[in-house]
């Protein structure tokens, strides 16, 4: 079996986390001062490892081996939430980092094509998996020219800033691969609720989105009666209520929904709210399961209207992603390396999250390999996993990529 260089993997960890770090977290959204540091960065880590490397003309930085294919393809995302953990996305770029470095370090395996990639805005600043979209060529250009972050900064401009508006767009070359892996912290706990050390990726989860309007009459809230008011607010907390319970009824153990985004106007305690806005989003391994979630969403807006004064309103946001299988063989690699570094401390499972995996997967066979999370925490600064955890992922994935370029 293979070792990586572990004291080197966890440098470089720690160097990346450097930059943008605030607190425990990191501060690295995509195309931010930050974010850019840390890609320079790494195209100088490629290089130094052997690797030819460019950032191509959305962000993405590319380290291309000098072998010829088969090739496989290994990496994440660089950028953060606005306050993130230090691992998600950085995780699997470092891993590939190090696996193209151990395997040209060893006269076994340094004829093997190892290529790394950091994909940009997998997060979503402006447009959720930028980087694996453009590099797969479903980029939608119109989409693309009007994306703006949440400050109104358009993602146009933001590439301008960058230095790279002149710069090509890199895309993938199915024909040198024979896949693509992405390894990436958990994000949730069950791999340390179950004492297991790496999850194989069976699919990755498809997800709804919807966005409830309510308009009602704003009015004094002292001098208006309960019986005549049309309040915003009050239809707001039915419908989600209702859409609490209903959905319970339909979820399976996968199914999970947020009602993450909640404006009342005009917020204030002495005025009856003329206004609300409501944000769903419900997630499943199950296309038939989100179908029955979509139907439910109509079925509890028109059962909530009959009895509230206030008019919702209920649209789709953006369309709605179907689940991912990922290949088979691939996920039978992982398989065969983590039971020789973790026998009966694995287990194969779904991801409740989305990943560039599921972009690639479209025109490359993909898989992915998780490590524990530590208390199931992500998208927080005191997101972590334990050392000898990152290390273990690091040598299972190196093992796997010898084994599929072997075969």
């Given at each position: 079996?293979?070792?990586?260089?572990?004291?080197?993997?966890l440098?470089?960890l720690y160097?990346?986390?450097?930059i943008?770090?605030?607190?425990?977290?990191?501060?690295?959204?995509a195309?931010?001062?930050?974010?850019?540091?840390?890609?320079?960065?790494l195209?100088?880590?490629?290089?130094e490892?052997?690797?030819?490397a460019?950032?191509?003309?959305?962000g993405?930085?590319?380290g291309?081996?000098?072998?010829?294919?088969?090739?496989?393809?290994l990496g994440?995302?660089?950028?953060t939430?606005p306050?993130?953990?230090w691992?998600d996305?950085?995780?699997g770029?470092?891993?590939?980092?190090?696996?193209?470095?151990?395997?040209?370090?060893?006269?076994?395996?340094?004829?093997?094509?190892?290529?790394?990639?950091?994909?940009q805005?997998?997060?979503?600043?402006?447009?959720g998996?930028?980087?694996?979209?453009?590099?797969?060529?479903?980029?939608?250009?119109?989409?693309?020219?009007?994306?703006?972050?949440?400050?109104?900064i358009?993602?146009?401009?933001?590439?301008?800033q960058a230095?790279?508006?002149?710069?090509r767009?890199?895309?993938?070359?199915p024909?040198?691969?024979?896949g693509?892996?992405?390894?990436?912290?958990?994000q949730?706990p069950?791999l340390?609720d179950?004492?297991?050390?790496?999850?194989?990726?069976?699919s990755?989860v498809?997800?709804?989105?919807?966005?409830?309007?309510?308009?009602?009459?704003?009015?004094?809230?002292?001098?208006?009666?309960?019986?005549?008011?049309?309040?915003?607010?009050?239809?707001?907390?039915?419908?989600?209520?209702?859409?609490?319970?209903?959905?319970?009824?339909?979820?399976?153990?996968?199914?999970v929904?947020?009602?993450?985004?909640?404006l009342?106007?005009?917020?204030?305690v002495?005025?009856?709210?003329?206004?609300?806005?409501?944000?769903l989003?419900?997630?499943?391994?199950?296309n038939e399961i989100?179908?029955?979630l979509d139907?439910?969403v109509?079925?509890?807006?028109?059962?909530?209207?009959?009895?509230?004064?206030?008019?919702?309103?209920i649209?789709?946001v953006?369309?709605?992603?179907?689940p991912?299988e990922?290949?088979?063989?691939l996920?039978?690699?992982?398989?065969l390396?983590?039971?020789q570094?973790?026998?009966?401390?694995w287990i194969?499972?779904?991801?409740?999250?989305?990943h560039d995996?599921?972009?690639i997967?479209?025109?490359?066979p993909?898989?992915?390999?998780?490590?524990p999370?530590?208390?199931g925490?992500?998208?927080?600064f005191?997101?972590?996993?334990h050392?000898?955890?990152?290390?273990l992922?690091?040598?299972?994935?190196?093992e796997?990529?010898?084994?599929?370029?072997?075969?």
């Amino acid at each position: 079996m293979i070792e990586i260089n572990s004291e080197r993997l966890l440098d470089s960890l720690y160097r990346l986390r450097d930059i943008g770090a605030v607190d425990r977290g990191v501060v690295r959204p995509a195309f931010s001062d930050a974010d850019m540091h840390a890609r320079h960065w790494l195209r100088q880590e490629f290089i130094e490892a052997g690797l030819r490397a460019e950032i191509d003309g959305v962000g993405n930085v590319l380290g291309i081996s000098n072998n010829s294919g088969p090739a496989i393809l290994l990496g994440s995302h660089l950028d953060t939430q606005p306050k993130g953990g230090w691992l998600d996305g950085a995780l699997g770029v470092i891993y590939g980092l190090e696996v193209a470095r151990t395997l040209s370090e060893n006269c076994l395996t340094n004829h093997l094509a190892v290529d790394v990639v950091a994909f940009q805005d997998e997060e979503s600043r402006f447009l959720g998996c930028l980087g694996s979209r453009s590099f797969v060529g479903i980029l939608d250009e119109d989409t693309f020219t009007n994306s703006i972050d949440k400050d109104g900064i358009r993602l146009i401009d933001a590439i301008d800033q960058a230095g790279l508006s002149g710069a090509r767009r890199s895309k993938l070359d199915p024909d040198r691969y024979l896949g693509f892996l992405e390894a990436h912290i958990e994000q949730g706990p069950h791999l340390e609720d179950e004492d297991m050390k790496i999850g194989v990726v069976t699919s990755i989860v498809g997800l709804g989105s919807r966005e409830f309007v309510f308009r009602g009459q704003q009015n004094h809230a002292g001098t208006t009666m309960m019986q005549v008011r049309k309040d915003a607010a009050t239809a707001l907390f039915d419908l989600a209520h209702t859409l609490n319970n209903s959905f319970s009824n339909l979820a399976t153990p996968s199914t999970v929904w947020t009602m993450g985004r909640v404006l009342v106007e005009p917020g204030a305690v002495s005025i009856i709210p003329g206004y609300a806005e409501l944000g769903l989003q419900y997630r499943d391994p199950s296309n038939e399961i989100l179908d029955l979630l979509d139907a439910e969403v109509d079925l509890v807006v028109k059962e909530v209207s009959k009895r509230v004064s206030a008019k919702i309103s209920i649209k789709t946001v953006g369309d709605r992603i179907k689940p991912i299988e990922l290949d088979f063989l691939l996920r039978k690699n992982l398989g065969l390396a983590a039971e020789q570094y973790a026998p009966n401390r694995w287990i194969d499972m779904p991801s409740g999250a989305y990943h560039d995996a599921a972009i690639i997967s479209q025109l490359l066979p993909a898989a992915m390999l998780f490590i524990p999370s530590i208390g199931g925490i992500s998208h927080d600064f005191s997101e972590d996993s334990h050392q000898d955890d990152i290390i273990l992922g690091c040598n299972v994935l190196a093992e796997a990529v010898i084994k599929i370029l072997s075969d």
